[in-house]
């Protein structure tokens, strides 16, 4: 069976006329994405869509990334979350975001054809030929948040900054603050407080290198938003930040092998996380060694492990 092409899904998805779909708000018309979906499923049901990882810019600003994958044929898109004057909102809450990710994914979807003609302000299709047309749905109240039905949903901890946009001093006690922000809001366990910092290496290895006195902010920060988790917060049982037993440091070692095993897909994570557990770690080294054994050939086992998977690669 032969791989549908670009061509081909351009040539279906081009031909259909939306306008019997679209809705006008604000004073712009656009396609609903329940709508969108629809029509997409009747001719590619085994279409899926991603979210990718949102985009925090400097001043607060925030892009959302989607693709839309029709067997091996994908598109991506991104957007900026705005208000309803097309305007990029500062500190977007979390409804819009999700607002964003769904006007996102019906742009994304019509990069493969599908109602694109709606932004070259023509009333119809380019093309001559009319698809055949399904019968409208009756209308849903859109739910809220929207569903996200096929892949699964990224984390909130996911969030990425945008190292290059530091350009001076201001930028980077903006980002810092940023980051100490998001951090509050969105990490509600010491796991997602790690995996926030990991995921964003990039930007406090440059805040480290060029501007040190905010990264002694920020990671001064996340030190005592750690300390701040209690025991029943924290996933997988970690028992907190200054282990004071023997059995407490054993299973703060075994839980922080788990977490590794299971977010740091690179070595850059393993270091940033080293790092900003560097305290416990002194810690558990001085007065629980064979705790430290075990963090220590849990480090040693996942660096091997990821250096197999590279040479494999």
Same mark, same amino acid.
């Given at each position: 069976?032969?791989?549908? /092409?670009?061509?081909?899904?351009?040539?279906? @998805?081009?031909? $259909?006329?939306?306008?019997?779909?679209?809705?006008?708000?604000?004073?712009?018309?656009?396609?609903?994405?329940?709508?969108?979906?629809?029509?997409?499923?009747?001719?590619?049901?085994?279409?899926?869509?991603?979210?990718?990882?949102?985009?925090?810019?400097?001043?607060?600003?925030?892009? !959302?990334?989607?693709?839309?994958?029709?067997?091996?044929?994908?598109?991506?898109?991104?957007?900026? !979350?705005?208000?309803?004057?097309?305007?990029?909102? *500062?500190?977007?809450?979390?409804?819009?975001?999700?607002?964003? +990710? =769904?006007?996102?994914?019906? +742009?994304?979807?019509?990069?493969?054809?599908?109602?694109?003609?709606?932004?070259?302000?023509?009333?119809?299709?380019?093309?001559?030929?009319?698809?055949?047309? $399904?019968?409208?749905?009756?209308?849903?109240?859109?739910?809220?948040?929207?569903?996200?039905? /096929?892949?699964? +949903?990224?984390?909130?901890?996911?969030?990425?900054?945008?190292?290059?946009? *530091? +350009?001076?001093?201001?930028?980077? #006690? =903006? !980002?810092?603050?940023?980051?100490?922000?998001?951090?509050?809001?969105?990490?509600?366990?010491?796991? =997602?407080?790690?995996?926030?910092?990991?995921?964003?290496?990039?930007? /406090?290895?440059? @805040? #480290?290198?060029?501007?040190?006195?905010?990264?002694?902010? &920020?990671?001064?920060?996340?030190?005592?938003?750690?300390?701040?988790?209690?025991?029943?917060?924290? /996933?997988?049982?970690?028992?907190?930040?200054?282990?004071?037993?023997?059995?407490?440091?054993?299973?703060?070692?075994? !839980?922080?092998?788990?977490?590794?095993?299971?977010?740091?897909?690179?070595?850059?994570? @393993?270091?940033? @996380?080293?790092?900003?557990?560097?305290?416990?770690?002194?810690?558990?080294?001085?007065?629980?060694?064979?705790?430290?054994?075990?963090?220590?050939?849990?480090?040693?086992?996942?660096?091997?492990? &990821?250096?197999? #998977?590279?040479?494999?690669?």
């Amino acid at each position: 069976m032969n791989e549908i /092409t670009h061509k081909e899904i351009w040539e279906t @998805l081009s031909k $259909i006329n939306v306008n019997q779909y679209v809705e006008d708000k604000y004073g712009l018309t656009f396609l609903p994405w329940v709508y969108s979906w629809h029509l997409l499923q009747e001719h590619f049901p085994e279409a899926q869509y991603d979210f990718d990882p949102n985009e925090i810019h400097a001043d607060g600003s925030v892009t !959302v990334h989607c693709t839309v994958s029709i067997g091996s044929c994908a598109r991506s898109m991104h957007l900026p !979350v705005m208000d309803n004057k097309m305007k990029s909102l *500062i500190q977007p809450t979390s409804r819009d975001i999700s607002d964003a +990710k =769904q006007r996102n994914l019906v +742009k994304c979807i019509a990069m493969h054809g599908l109602g694109i003609y709606l932004w070259t302000g023509h009333g119809s299709p380019l093309s001559e030929t009319t698809a055949k047309s $399904i019968d409208k749905p009756k209308p849903e109240p859109e739910p809220e948040p929207a569903p996200e039905p /096929t892949p699964a +949903k990224k984390d909130t901890e996911d969030f990425i900054f945008d190292a290059p946009a *530091i +350009k001076n001093d201001e930028g980077a #006690e =903006q !980002v810092t603050k940023l980051m100490l922000e998001m951090a509050t809001k969105f990490s509600k366990t010491e796991s =997602q407080l790690k995996k926030f910092w990991t995921s964003n290496k990039a930007t /406090t290895d440059l @805040l #480290e290198k060029d501007w040190s006195q905010h990264y002694e902010v &920020l990671l001064a920060g996340f030190k005592k938003m750690k300390q701040n988790f209690s025991a029943d917060e924290i /996933t997988e049982g970690d028992e907190g930040y200054l282990p004071n037993s023997q059995q407490a440091a054993d299973h703060w070692a075994e !839980v922080t092998v788990k977490f590794i095993e299971k977010h740091c897909d690179d070595t850059n994570g @393993l270091d940033a @996380l080293w790092e900003t557990d560097k305290e416990t770690i002194a810690h558990v080294e001085n007065n629980y060694a064979p705790a430290y054994e075990i963090l220590k050939a849990g480090f040693k086992s996942r660096y091997a492990a &990821l250096a197999k #998977e590279k040479t494999d690669d």
